[in-house]
């Protein structure tokens, strides 16, 4: 394990090395006992969220001398980036965050599982090789046990393709019900401002393979959950459905974090909202009566 330190340079003067630097490790533990070395103060840690590898802890000119007398190893700017990126690539530590916007954030669990429940058909996102990786299927909640798990399955050779067997964090992503809003259809005096809305979930996680028993047990629990709403339900066969399962890789993932934002005009005064849904449950170029129902919902959350 190592402590590095680099150049800090200032934006606003020409790109001018300040002779200060940024102090980063290769663990949190060691960086901050490091730190506390140079007589730095916790609240000084520079945390950059889903972006670890980018920790640090300014330092003065004075401060960047210390460090490397007390073995800190310098770095220039090319060698930092390159040992940052190799983190990314060897973790998949990073992943880009949704806009921010505080007030349609939630961090009901409830919330996401009725997303799922809902919309089981989800976005699977991994990196692999400096590589990011898309995939779409169909999921389940893993209903007996405790916590927010999903289960679900990938055709060959999408688990190479993801490269699930190393241990990386999975981000996946679960779409509710969207559509346009036009701001013709609020109340006068409303901001007129057209917008888009939407529920949808990331989910983090990493991924566990299934054995290829219980990869089976998923694959015709999902074809149950499905086939029991139509008339005649082909319920997977046994001996047919072994055969199925060797051309797919089962998963478990147990989510160790989420971000949940929905967005159905909770913002809007009372009478833009009930204009904006019976204009979603109207003929016309938006009728959108999924959404309609998903924003009237939300609108007796917010009354209720």
Request: charged share 30%; proline share 6%; net charge neutral.
């Amino acid at each position: 394990m190592s402590v590095y330190v680099d150049h800090a340079f200032s934006a606003g003067d020409w790109g001018r090395w300040t002779g200060g630097g940024h102090l980063q490790a290769d663990s949190t533990d060691e960086l901050h006992a490091f730190a506390a070395r140079l007589g730095l103060r916790r609240e000084w840690f520079q945390s950059r969220v889903r972006r670890p590898e980018k920790d640090h802890y300014d330092l003065t000119r004075a401060g960047r001398e210390r460090a490397l007398e007390l073995g800190a190893i310098a770095e220039d700017v090319r060698t930092g980036s390159r040992r940052r990126r190799a983190i990314r690539q060897a973790t998949g530590a990073y992943w880009p965050d949704m806009r921010h916007n505080p007030k349609h954030a939630t961090n009901d669990a409830d919330v996401v599982r009725r997303l799922i429940r809902e919309n089981p058909w989800a976005t699977l996102v991994s990196t692999n090789d400096g590589e990011l990786i898309a995939s779409h299927y169909p999921i389940l909640l893993d209903e007996d046990v405790p916590g927010l798990t999903v289960l679900t399955h990938v055709g060959r050779p999408d688990e190479k393709l993801h490269g699930f067997a190393d241990d990386r964090e999975l981000l996946l992503i679960v779409q509710g019900r969207h559509g346009y809003v036009s701001p013709s259809w609020y109340a006068p005096g409303a901001t007129r401002a057209p917008t888009w809305n939407f529920s949808v979930a990331h989910c983090y996680g990493v991924p566990q393979i299934l054995d290829e028993q219980e990869n089976l047990r998923v694959l015709t629990r999902l074809v149950e959950h499905f086939e029991r709403h139509v008339e005649r339900p082909a319920l997977l066969d046994p001996d047919y459905g072994a055969k199925l399962a060797t051309g797919t890789v089962g998963l478990r993932l147990p989510i160790t974090r989420f971000v949940c934002k929905v967005k159905l005009s909770q913002d809007k005064d009372p009478i833009s909202r009930r204009q904006a849904i019976a204009a979603l449950r109207a003929p016309g170029p938006y009728h959108n009566p999924e959404l309609a129902e998903e924003m009237e919902r939300a609108r007796g959350d917010v009354t209720g």
